[in-house]
């Protein structure tokens, strides 16, 4: 597997996660610090998902026929009856915004970055049947490059993610050295060329979570059933945390709308 250090990874050093926990196990803390990812399962009960389906899908809605209006049906990386990313939902529905100060996030915020972190983005990705699709390897850093590398994103199972319906895949032990270098495909920067049987599938059921580090290589497979499979995903930085674009210049993390704190000085901090 070739994989080449991104130009602004310099210096780069992985930060172990070290008790005191207060949500995660030690072993959960060993495989993150070693694999870059963990399942974390029934985190959430049927009601709270229900409801965090219940606000996104009529946004979900607006993204799909907005996307019928372009070319194609397609915009970047996201294709009208195949793959949508519903990006933002906290700026358009309370719901979700409570939903990301969760104690759940907030401890594992605590647990796997420190006591003080912000909701840094979220989306949401909605998977419909078609079976060629998939989403290419790449790290959540890759995308956007933010300063300290080191993130955490919650890949939160809507509906059950199974490999037949495209759940994430992970490339284990890589993340420890930051960023890589990506390339532009048609569905999406990629980073890994050919895993060489090293992916480790997380199939997740509805109301768990798939929690990865921002430097974790993850894809997920096409959707081969005749459901859709709905994931909504929240990223969360460390206060302090800023987008660094290729000119050097960088943008703070902070915007009070959507980048509000989720755990400050140890504490989550309720909506
Ligand atoms: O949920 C998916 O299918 C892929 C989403 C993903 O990996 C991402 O948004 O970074």
Known sequence: ??????????????????????????????????????????VFSAEEIAAVEAAID????????????????????????????TINCVLHNE??????????????????????????????VYKKPEPEREFPWHQDNGYTFVSPQQYLTCWVALTDATEDNGCPWVVPNVHREGTYEHWMTDMGWRCVDDDEGSALCAPVKAGGIVVFSSLTPHRTGPNKTSGIRKAYIAQ????????????????????????????????????
């Open 95 to 124: 719901v979700l915004k409570r939903f990301t100060q969760h104690n759940v996030f907030a401890d594992l915020c605590h647990d796997l970055m420190g006591p003080d972190c912000r909701l840094y983005w979220d989306q949401a």
């Open 236 to 271: 969360f930085a460390p206060d302090g945390a800023a987008l660094i674009q290729p000119d050097g210049s960088s943008t703070m993390c902070d915007d009070p709308a959507r980048q509000y704190h989720v755990v400050k000085d140890g504490a989550p901090v309720a909506a």
């Open 58 to 85: 009529p946004l979900e809605q607006q993204t799909e026929a907005f996307l019928r209006t372009q070319a194609d049906g397609k915009l970047f990386i996201a294709q009208a009856d195949q793959i949508t990313f």
């Open 1 to 42: 597997m070739k994989l080449t250090k991104h130009p602004m990874n310099t210096g780069f050093d992985w930060q172990d996660r070290q008790g005191p926990f207060k949500l995660i196990t030690d072993a959960q803390a060993a495989q993150y610090n070693n694999q870059g990812f963990f399942v974390l399962e029934n």
